[in-house]
Nanobody
Framework: QVQLVESGGGLVQSGGSLRLSCAAS???????????MGWFRQAPGKQRLLVAT???????NYAGSVKGRFTISRDNAKHTVYLQMNSLEPEDTAVYYC?????????WGQGTQVTVSS
């Protein structure tokens, strides 16, 4: 099993920045076999959508709507993934969920609210 603890959400004005963090813990076997880490978001009444992912080798993938504004990174030694969000827009308002894949299983965090005011 893998447990995920997210932090860093909050309220910010349009054009501002936030940094999300997600630390993974749990079974040593599962932790050391983490491959993909990433962030998804879900706005009210909408589907949960991919924001960004990063593999253990550092390959990244971004949703088109956040390219150039958001940066995903990870610290493999700390089993932590980060999402630096710049130039935030009201359309970025959502609950952001951390996601980790280990040994073929998907694990999800509890979600952290990001609200961008205009």
């Amino acid at each position: 099993q893998v447990q995920l603890v997210e932090s860093g959400g909050g309220l910010v004005q349009s054009g501002g920045s936030l940094r999300l963090s997600c630390a993974a813990s749990g079974s040593i076997v599962n932790i050391n076999r983490i491959n993909r880490m990433g962030w998804f978001r879900q706005a009210p009444g909408k589907q949960r959508l991919l924001v960004a992912t990063i593999t253990s080798g550092g390959s990244t993938n971004y949703a088109g709507s956040v390219k150039g504004r958001f940066t995903i990174s990870r610290d493999n030694a700390k089993h932590t993934v980060y999402l630096q969000m710049n130039s935030l827009e009201p359309e970025d308002t959502a609950v952001y969920y951390c996601n980790v894949m280990s040994l073929g299983y998907d694990y999800w965090g509890q979600g952290t609210q990001v609200t961008v005011s205009s």
